[in-house]
């Protein structure tokens, strides 16, 4: 029986939760342009919401110059920046109140340094005063796209894999999805395993705009040995059968990835191309500017007729995007 849901991410946000970017030995170089996108973007959300940022203790007033005055800055110990990953998932219970869902990160299946990652969500929670509840399963919020009406999206790459849970089976899993996030339906894509940190998050890849329709990440003249190439096309027929809960068909609109060969500056093996990472915020949608127009012209297109309502706010981002995230990566929203 369901305990919990989850609302759609385009329900009202009291705040929204970003983390900020703590290591030169995780970004190198690139730390100081990765802290600008950041900052960038908590600026842009705290126009027409609350923002909290977390930092190390010893970055509190370098975030705080760098963020403005809109937004709240506070101490917690942290790894890295990917919030929706080591953050809490928050849903309703039955009577209305607020909990936050701790998903036990470790690292996307132990591939990065995750000690004090591993304790952001009870940090939040404790600062929130929201209750935090357990899982029990290992998942990143990254890994779980909801439409608020009880069908989810998911890759059996990052969910289903030993990894995370080696015990465990589909089974297994949508229970615990059902029981903590009010879930009916899980519709399941293959994914791809093993070849990005997240083993292929789906929220790059696959994102409700509305209950029955999803904004499918599209590669640009796909190579049929590009695994991720091959990954969408997997994904776009498995959706083209698949039905919600309700038993409704899926409405799929491809959102084209940028045209690389007119984006500006070098980029290394990393680099996200998607625009499929978008943040749905009050009154808003974040969108990843890559610089190249035509593609960034398009993608604002394509969101804004699925986000009626909703301005288009776009942000640059390719620093963060070195790291194999984006905007959605970075953010997680405490809903009203």
């Keep these: 029986m369901t305990r919990y849901v989850m609302p759609a991410e385009s329900a009202p946000h009291a ?39 977390i930092a ?10 760098a963020c403005g005055s809109a937004v709240e800055v506070i101490p917690a110990p942290l790894d890295d920046l990917w919030l929706r990953d080591t953050g809490p998932t928050f849903a309703r219970a039955a ?47 990254g890994a779980l796209e909801v439409d608020g009406a ?18 465990l089976r589909h089974e297994d899993i949508e229970r615990a999805v059902a029981d903590l996030l009010g879930i009916g339906k899980i519709v ?3 994914g791809v395993a093993d070849e990005d940190v997240t083993d292929c998050h ?40 698949a039905t919600d809960v309700t038993g409704r068909p899926f409405e799929i609109v491809e959102l084209p990835q940028p045209n690389r ?16 990472n978008f943040y749905v915020g009050n009154d808003a949608v974040y969108l990843h500017a890559y610089g190249d127009r035509r593609s960034d012209d398009r993608a604002a297109g394509i969101v804004a007729e699925q986000f009626p309502g909703r301005e288009v706010v776009r942000i640059e ?20």
């Design 95 to 141: 009577d209305g109140s607020l909990i936050g869902i701790d998903f036990n990160f470790n690292g996307w299946g132990q591939k990065a340094e995750f000690h004090m990652d591993a304790k952001v969500a009870r940090k939040v929670l404790e600062n929130a005063g929201i209750e935090r509840v357990i899982a029990p399963i290992v998942a990143e919020g």
């Design 202 to 241: 789906v929220d790059a890849f696959a994102r409700f705009a509305s209950p029955g329709v999803i904004l499918l990440d599209w590669p640009v003249d796909p190579d049929p040995a590009d695994v991720f190439a091959r990954a969408a096309a997997k994904a776009r027929s498995r959706l083209a059968e």
């Design 150 to 167: 009880g069908t989810m999206l998911a890759t059996e790459s990052s969910l289903i894999n030993p990894n995370r849970n080696p015990d």
């Design 317 to 336: 981002y390719n620093a963060v995007a070195e790291g194999g995230g984006g905007i959605h990566c970075c953010t997680q929203q405490q809903p009203i």
């Design 56 to 65: 190390r203790r010893e970055h509190v007033d370098q975030a705080r110059l």
């Design 15 to 53: 705040r929204t939760w970003l983390a900020w970017p703590a290591k030169e030995s995780v970004w190198e170089h690139l730390l100081p342009l990765v802290r600008d996108d950041v900052a960038r973007l908590a600026r842009a959300i705290a126009e027409r919401e609350p923002v909290t940022v």
């Design 188 to 190: 399941w894509l293959q």
């Design 261 to 276: 060969a007119d984006m500006p500056g070098e980029r290394g093996m990393d680099f996200l191309y998607s625009y499929a």
